[in-house]
């Protein structure tokens, strides 16, 4: 089973920069596309950004567009989320997701695989 693991997390200031990574387990794993979502106490889990490897295009929340950017590397089964002008609205656990199919990006019950996840928290 592959497993995602999650790390760069932490405690920053409002308007502060944090850069998270998520690497798979199994250098032999391939998937279609990897992403962020993110979950807030009470609230459900929300799509944050998306890279489809073929194409190397990015999809994202309307909420983050402009403030954080998703990158990685297919072949070392990483992927990456650069998050600027951070909020306080901002907090939250953020996971890492990989699927083996192609469809609706922003959808986490399309996602194969899950990290435990890594908490986020940004001061007013």
């Known amino acids: 089973q592959v497993q995602l693991v999650e790390s760069g997390g932490g405690l920053v200031q409002a308007g502060g920069s944090l850069r998270l990574s998520c690497a798979a387990s199994?250098?032999?794993?391939?998937?279609?596309?990897m992403g962020w979502f993110r979950q807030a106490p009470g609230k459900e889990r929300e799509f944050v950004a998306a890279i489809r490897w073929s194409a190397r295009r990015t999809y994202y929340a309307d909420s983050v567009q402009g403030r954080f950017t998703i990158s990685g590397d297919n072949t070392k089964n990483t992927v990456y989320l650069q998050m600027n002008s951070l909020k306080p609205e901002d907090t939250a656990v953020y996971y890492c997701?990989?699927?083996?199919?192609?469809?609706?990006?922003?959808?986490?019950?399309?996602?194969?695989?899950w990290g435990q996840g890594t908490q986020v928290t940004v001061s007013s």
């Open positions: 997701a990989a699927r083996n199919d192609a469809g609706n990006w922003n959808r986490p019950s399309e996602y194969d695989y």
């Open positions: 199994e250098r032999t794993f391939s998937s279609v596309a």
